[in-house]
């Protein structure tokens, strides 16, 4: 199953961090998406197996699951930007951003 999570920093990062290594999910199907170069570093240091990229969102057209870990007034830009394309049947979009439903 494959997992992107767009914002790597406190909270997309706590979020990668755990599920990288709990034994639901290998940390190479885990791909963490950051506005930030230092925030990627930040994240593979942690787990050089995890996928961390800057400013590519091209997982997100192949996730299974999508967390959205950004600030509420990121979000629906971000939806509507990367998040508009033919998705695959059944995939999952969390939002963890604060007044986001």
Aim: with cysteine; hydrophobic share 45%.
């Amino acid at each position: 199953m494959k997992i992107s999570i767009v914002g790597g920093g406190n909270m997309g990062g706590a979020i990668a961090r755990g599920l990288s290594t709990c034994d639901l999910f290998r940390p190479q199907d885990i791909t963490v998406i950051n506005r930030r170069a230092s925030k990627t570093a930040e994240i593979q240091g942690f787990n050089p197996e995890l996928q961390a990229v800057t400013g590519d969102y091209s997982s997100l057209a192949t996730a299974d699951i999508v967390i959205i870990a950004v600030k509420p007034w990121m979000v629906e830009a971000l939806i509507k930007e990367h998040l508009t394309g033919k998705r695959p049947d059944g995939q999952i979009v969390i939002s963890v951003a604060a007044g986001i439903s």
